[in-house]
């Protein structure tokens, strides 16, 4: 069967990659990679990277200089990426064009622009869970502008917050996961006689691969229809959005359902027998993890001289080792609240960066080549590899069920 041509965009240390090429027909071929961090001269992701992969083109400048050209020259059959969570909003110029506010906010009309050269069958997008609900002031924005925006350039889109423990894996991280394929193909009439419901609950993509109850927690159901007009989205909608949903040809419906659980992989389970001393806590190191993890009531004063209490909650000073990990950030390894702290061998001790690489499904010492303060701040940017896999699986099904003749499909 031919292979599918993709176009990985905001590579870091190629999760997605490792994800796809892990798949059960190894249908995935990267052809084209982009990763670029902006404001540093150490492009550190970018070299972890190309150690790892020889095959395909590496790019590594700022994807809002890749031209045109090059994108279209990509052929990709299906583009992916995990991308920053800033602001979406859309104004209109005096022009008549569209921009954008938030300067992080332009790599998603990056990703729209790579689209629209390349027009791929499928798209798998990852961010944070809180897009749905950004911003904050207008629930729901930053997340319909993307629908709509995808929805102009020819696309059905399913999307699911996917708690990765919860289908077997060692970490407790969520994260939204957007697949979108176009609209002229014959995958996407086969489920036009199904209901959104039915697709949610049973026949959509992630239904097959990551299972759920058949009812609404809390019947919490919501639908409306997207305007044509993305300013007009950008300026006035406001919706919850749940953790399901599907977007039809700008029909939306969403549900909040309940996942069926999988025996997740256990923190203790992943930690390494023989680690390095250096990475055991003592004496005022100790205690001040002690502080930081305990319950706190701080008194503290405004510029204006008002007074008020800051107040946490205390959490356990180790982390359990019968449960799956904690959701790792970036700043795993300092010395913070958010870093693990397991008990070993009656030692109190910090991960090794193996054991933050486990966490997330990669090999071992897939970083190595890294300092070791940019390994544990990799693993706090990647996704977990084992839940890629499983949507490259289902892709794989979709496309042995329906072999496109691609001579047959209009460009939109």
Known sequence: MKKLRVAELFAGVGGFRLGLENTNNNLFEITWANQWEP???????????????????????????????????????????????QDYSVARSLNGELGISGKKGVLFWEIARFIQNTYPKYLILENVDRLLKSPSKQRGRDFGVMLSTLNELGYDVEWRV??????????RRRRV???????NMSYAES???????DIIFKEGLYAKQFPVESKPNKNRINKTELSHDIVNVSDTFQFQFWNSGIMRDG????????????????????????????YVITGDKLEKFKYLRGSKKIERVTPTGHKYYYTEGGMSETDALDLPGRTMLTSEGSVNRSTHIVKTNNEIRQLTPVEAERLNGFPDNWTDMLPERRRFFMMGNALVIPIITRIGNRIEEIEQEFEEDETQLELF
């Open 177 to 183: 996961f957007i697949f979108g394929y176009r609209r």
């Open 39 to 85: 404001s540093t001269k150490a492009q550190h992701a970018f070299e972890c990277y190309t150690h790892h992969f020889k095959t395909g083109i590496h790019s590594n400048e700022d994807i809002a200089e890749v031209t045109d050209e090059e994108m279209a020259s990509t052929s990709a059959d299906i583009v992916v990426g995990g991308f920053p969570c």
């Open 162 to 171: 996917i708690n990765a423990a919860e289908y077997g894996n060692a970490q």
């Open 191 to 197: 489920l036009t006689s199904f209901s959104d419901d």
């Open 251 to 278: 029909q939306i419906t969403t549900i909040d359902t309940t996942p069926i659980k999988e025996t997740p992989v256990t923190l203790g389970e992943i930690l390494e027998e023989n680690y390095d001393k250096k």
